[in-house]
C-alpha cells in the first residue's frame, strides 16, 4: 500500500511563500509523473503542477511564474514552493501520482492565504 505524507502547509499573509514537501517510501516513486492536486471549499480537485522522472513540468495557468514542483529521486520526495501567494491559493494541497490513483490519497496540506 503507497503511503503519501504531505507537510509543510499553514497561513501565511498575501505576497508570502510556503514549501510544501510530499514523501512516499515506494521505489516506484522515481519512474512515475508525481502532482500537486488542491482543493478550495466548495470546488472541485484540481491539478497544479505535475513533474515528470525526467523534471518536465506543467502547471496551471493561475500559478505559472509562482509556483515551482521539483523533485528528488534519491528521497522519494516532491516538492512545491509557493512564492507570491494570493488568497484564492487557499486550499487543501495533496500530491498523488499523475494520472491519480485514488487509493494514493493522503491528508493532504492546509494552505490558507490571508488578504
Known amino acids: 500500500q503507497v503511503q503519501l505524507v504531505e507537510s509543510g502547509g499553514g497561513l501565511v499573509q498575501a505576497g508570502g511563500s510556503l514549501r510544501l514537501s510530499c514523501a512516499t517510501s515506494?521505489?516506484?516513486?522515481?519512474?512515475?509523473?508525481m502532482g500537486w492536486y488542491r482543493q478550495a471549499p466548495g470546488k472541485q480537485r484540481e491539478l497544479v503542477a505535475h513533474?515528470?522522472?525526467?523534471?518536465?513540468?506543467n502547471y496551471l495557468d493561475s500559478v505559472k511564474g509562482r509556483f515551482t514542483i521539483s523533485r528528488d529521486n534519491a528521497k522519494y520526495t516532491v516538492y512545491l514552493q509557493m512564492n507570491s501567494l494570493k488568497p484564492e491559493d487557499t486550499a487543501v494541497y495533496y500530491c498523488?501520482?499523475?494520472?491519480?490513483?485514488?487509493?494514493?490519497w493522503g491528508q493532504g496540506a492546509q494552505v490558507t492565504v490571508s488578504s
Open positions: 513533474i515528470t522522472p525526467t523534471n518536465d513540468t
Open positions: 498523488n501520482r499523475w494520472p491519480v490513483r485514488d487509493d494514493w
Open positions: 515506494v521505489s516506484i516513486f522515481r519512474v512515475i509523473v
